[in-house]
């Protein structure tokens, strides 16, 4: 009988992560959907305050017609920054809105606050897809909950497992985060990258519900498994953030060149300096979870098998990550790699997680072989 009813919740678990994945599939289109609409408001916005600037230009009268001419075309000028800048009170915190910052003059095109501070003007569409992923969220909870019930432990003792709860983390840290600031930009990607989690964990590394092998039997499995996903939810954020540099940062030096402006929706986006200074935290508080897993891997690999190191490759590549990350932050905290450099080994590093947890998992031997497959 309890075998039928691991069966059965697993079952469930499975339907919930299907419908998860639906979920975050329409929030991701609802996202993608208000990064359109946004950009060509943007785009209209900036046509008119060119109209506005050409007005002004017009309207303006040599300094020998007389004082009076010169102030009139002050004020002028004047009124039109102030309807530029928005309205009354929007000073106060900062928004995304193209009209304030065409007033304040960012650089490149920039208009997304750089403090990413919730901005005054309803974006529905950004609204509805933020809802949708709460429901997707709480959907997919339900699933890794069900899932813990069918497998009677916690639900990340093999790959199926480890992706589907990562996926879970990763998203609902990318909503707590939304608390506090406005990362909506990113919701198309980590939605993304969550949708293809949960894709690849039901086609690739589906497992059914089972027991976990001698060695996994321990409560080290909890604290040590539990801090990786963690630190690995937050590598999958600042992977975004660094993709999202990247592109911002070619996009301005394209504008300050003279180029047209291609990506219209990137002026959703903070610039690449502020993109890369979040980046750089996040990255700081995930090193600090990789160093614990780290070590209390160590201790458990002691507990388990009588040694601390054994040069197992799963061991060697969690080495690798650490590395690459401290590396990473050593370099951009000496102001030697910053900018597009400092992205790249952001990548780099989350490059080794994906490699760590799939080549390593599924094609090399050793002792931590828990794939499942």
Request: net charge positive; with cysteine; proline share 3%.
């Amino acid at each position: 009988m309890p075998f039928v009813i691991n069966e059965t919740m697993g079952a469930y678990s499975e339907l919930l992560m299907l419908l998860a994945a639906g979920t975050y599939t329409v929030a991701f289109i609802a996202f993608a959907w208000d990064l359109a609409k946004s950009s060509k408001a943007l785009r209209a916005i900036d046509l008119k305050a060119a109209d506005a600037a050409g007005a002004v230009d017009e309207a303006k009268v040599p300094v020998a017609a007389g004082a009076g001419a010169s102030l009139h075309a002050g004020a002028s000028a004047n009124r039109v920054d102030s309807h530029l800048a928005g309205p009354a009170g929007r000073a106060e915190r900062p928004s995304s809105s193209a009209a304030k910052q065409a007033g304040a003059g960012s650089p490149a095109g920039q208009t997304a606050d750089a403090d990413m501070r919730y901005a005054a003007e309803r974006r529905v569409p950004a609204r509805v897809a933020v809802a949708l992923t709460v429901l997707g969220v709480l959907i997919h909870g339900a699933g890794v909950v069900t899932r813990a019930l069918g497998a009677g432990r916690v639900p990340w003792g093999n790959m199926y497992e480890f992706l589907t709860t990562g996926a879970f983390v990763a998203v609902a840290v990318f909503l707590l985060v939304l608390i506090r600031r406005d990362l909506r930009f990113l919701g198309t990607f980590v939605v993304g990258l969550a949708i293809v989690m949960l894709v690849a964990a039901s086609v690739a590394y589906w497992t059914p519900v089972g027991h976990l092998v001698p060695a996994l039997q321990s409560y080290w499995l909890i604290i040590h498994v539990s801090i990786a996903v963690m630190s690995s939810a937050l590598f999958t954020l600042t992977f975004a953030m660094s993709a999202l540099q990247l592109v911002q940062s070619h996009r301005q030096k394209t504008i300050a060149a003279g180029g047209a402006d291609k990506l219209g929706f990137m002026r959703l986006v903070p610039s690449a300096l502020s993109l890369e200074n979040l980046s750089y935290r996040i990255n700081a508080i995930a090193f600090i979870g990789w160093t614990f897993t780290l070590m209390f891997g160590a201790i458990w690999a002691e507990k388990a098998w009588g040694r601390f190191w054994g040069w197992d490759t799963k061991e060697v590549w969690t080495f690798v990550i650490w590395v690459v990350y401290a590396g990473y932050l050593h370099a951009r905290a000496t102001r030697g790699w910053t900018g597009t450099r400092a992205a790249w080994l952001s990548i780099v590093g989350y490059l080794c997680v994906v490699f760590n947890f799939t080549i390593v998992n599924q094609f090399f031997n050793g002792l931590h072989s828990y794939s499942g497959l």
